[in-house]
């Protein structure tokens, strides 16, 4: 089993940054990558950012260039640092920890970006 707690979501104008955070428990050896979703109301979850167990990174196309991935090892969490906030970056933001065989969710944190 794998425990995700997220932190750091809020409010903040357009243009602004925040840092969220992940803090992995568990079963953290065997997770191959790590990444954060989002879903905005009335939307599918879409993938924001992974980072593998290797250290490469993926992000969407949609926030290249704006967000960046990075992890601490030695605490076992996973950051998003999401900058040049735009209103539509608003959504509920899902940390994701994926083993071979199992996918393990956080519970959401919000981020709301006003123009």
């Known amino acids: 089993q794998v425990q995700l707690v997220e932190s750091g979501g809020g409010s903040v104008q357009a243009g602004g940054s925040l840092r969220l955070s992940c803090a992995a428990a568990g079963s953290i050896s065997s997770i191959n990558a790590m990444g954060w979703y989002r879903q905005a109301p009335g939307k599918q979850r879409e993938r924001v950012a992974i980072?593998?167990?290797?250290?490469?990174?993926n992000y969407a196309d949609s926030v290249k260039g704006r967000f960046t991935i990075s992890r601490d090892n030695a605490k076992n969490t996973v950051y998003l640092q999401m900058n040049s906030l735009k209103p539509e970056d608003t959504a509920v933001y899902y940390c994701n920890a994926e083993r071979i065989v199992s996918s393990y969710w956080g519970q959401g944190t919000q981020v709301t970006v006003s123009s």
């Open positions: 980072i593998t167990r290797g250290g490469t990174t």
